[in-house]
């Protein structure tokens, strides 16, 4: 049987009809699915989100009775909203952090974590200096501008002894939550998808791993540093409605994204910089 694969560009959203019932409920109402198995629509970002889910649609969905379509976003605010209004079943994009920060914001949304798939290398490079000391006094320094993807950056740049947060500023402090700057760095917020195209006029950005493989950062500019990856609250992981969190597909493809399969295929392919998770947040 032909297995297909549908990539579908975020703009055509507006044109796609919401999603009706469960994927498992959608298969039973369709005398059991399309011919290629249980179609799951999951929303990712391109590196590495749409690449994994790709290889298992194309190497492991078929035996396990699953037809993935995937639908590419470019940035980090729309999944959540398109999720909520169902033109997807599940995305696969984000941390716990950011999810809680985007249900903060969205109080009528219900979005559950199904679980942690893997942990991207978050890094502080630059093109300008080779050294986390070589950055002078008022140096500019990008981070996400987002509320989750902001808090790791400056716990980053405080891990590097550039900044003191505040004790009590939790998974997401904010620029508010600075209680000392000893070099007066300028922290310059920017959408995290622009980082590594405003890499060049900072003296340093900290940039989310995906954007950094897919903009390939690492061969032109030098990394700084690197967050920890023992008990990293950041790993990313899939996201479903929450009344869908128990369907019999969502926990096929839970399954599959954690199979020995994808974690080799994450290995080969980003070692050491997209590292592969267990659903409890160990590395495995």
């Known amino acids: 049987m032909r297995r297909t694969l549908a990539i579908i560009g975020a703009t055509a959203l507006a044109t796609t009809a919401a999603a009706c019932g469960a994927p498992s409920e959608r298969a039973a109402e369709d005398g059991g ?21 790709t290889y298992i649609q194309e190497n492991l969905a078929a035996d396990a009775g699953l037809n993935i379509e995937v639908t ?13 209004e169902g033109s997807l079943d599940a995305n696969y994009f984000q941390t716990v952090p950011f999810m809680e920060d985007y249900l903060e914001g969205n109080p009528d949304a219900d979005l559950t974590y199904v679980g942690d798939v893997h942990l991207e290398a978050f890094g502080l490079y630059s093109q300008k200096v080779g ?12 981070v996400p501008n987002d509320a989750a993807n902001m808090g790791r950056a400056l716990k980053l740049l405080e891990d590097q002894g550039l900044l003191t947060l505040a004790e009590d ?3 997401n402090p904010s620029e508010d939550d600075i209680e000392d700057n000893p070099k007066g760095l300028d922290i310059v917020p920017t959408e995290a998808a622009q980082l590594p195209r405003s890499l060049p006029d900072l003296d340093a950005a900290a940039i989310n ?11 032109t500019a030098e990394a700084l ?5 023992e008990g990293n609250p950041y790993a990313n992981g899939l996201v479903v ?6 369907d019999e597909a969502v926990a096929t493809l839970d399954e599959l994204l954690h199979s020995d399969e994808v974690k080799r295929y994450m290995e080969e392919q980003w070692d050491g910089v997209v590292i592969p998770v267990s659903g409890d947040g160990g590395q495995g």
């Open 33 to 53: 699915g399309d011919g290629d198995g249980t179609t799951i629509t999951v929303g990712a970002t391109p590196v590495p989100h749409a690449d994994v889910l």
């Open 169 to 171: 500023s939790g998974d």
């Open 72 to 84: 590419e976003f470019t940035d980090y605010n729309q999944p959540n909203a398109a999720l909520v």
């Open 209 to 219: 791993g995906n954007y950094a493989i897919e903009a390939k950062v690492a061969e």
């Open 131 to 142: 050294d986390v000391a070589e950055l002078e006094d008022g140096a500019q320094v990008g």
């Open 241 to 246: 409605r929450s009344e869908d969190a128990d």
């Open 225 to 229: 540093a690197f967050e920890e990856t």
